[in-house]
């Protein structure tokens, strides 16, 4: 997390699960974004395999959900998002995106801070 902006920070929470986060700051800075769910468009056979599941809207809905249907794992920490294995790009259209901000969820201190991002709409392109 504490490594340039850019790239892919993997960690185990609950000695279980792996979250996704992109790295965004400075050298050193310690900044990331988590990427807490998404809506699959494509892939969607792969990520039922990997979730062993066939609900779409159950395949993403957490940050561990997301890393077991994408595939992601601690070997990941590290890559660019740029040209690596995992690579997350612009819109399609190059606009820009439509960002929604709300309080955060499901925690008591600092609740009320609004940290919660959303990107709307399904013109973003990544590989993975």
Not at 78 to 106: H, M, W, Y
């Amino acid at each position: 997390m504490f490594k340039r902006g850019g790239l892919a920070y993997v960690y185990l929470i609950y000695g279980v699960h792996n979250c996704f986060n992109v790295t965004s700051g400075i050298q050193g800075s310690g900044e990331a974004v988590l990427i807490r769910a998404t809506e699959p468009l494509e892939g969607i056979e792969l990520m039922r395999a990997n979730r062993r599941m066939v609900k779409p809207t159950d395949l993403c809905s957490g940050p561990g959900k997301l890393c077991q249907a994408f595939g992601i794992d601690r070997r990941h920490n590290g890559i660019s998002l740029v040209n690596g294995e995992i690579q997350v790009l612009s819109r399609v259209d190059g606009s820009k995106p439509d960002v929604s901000v709300t309080k955060r969820i499901g925690i008591t201190s600092g609740a009320d801070l609004r940290r919660r991002f959303a990107v709307k709409g399904s013109e973003w392109v990544s590989r993975c």
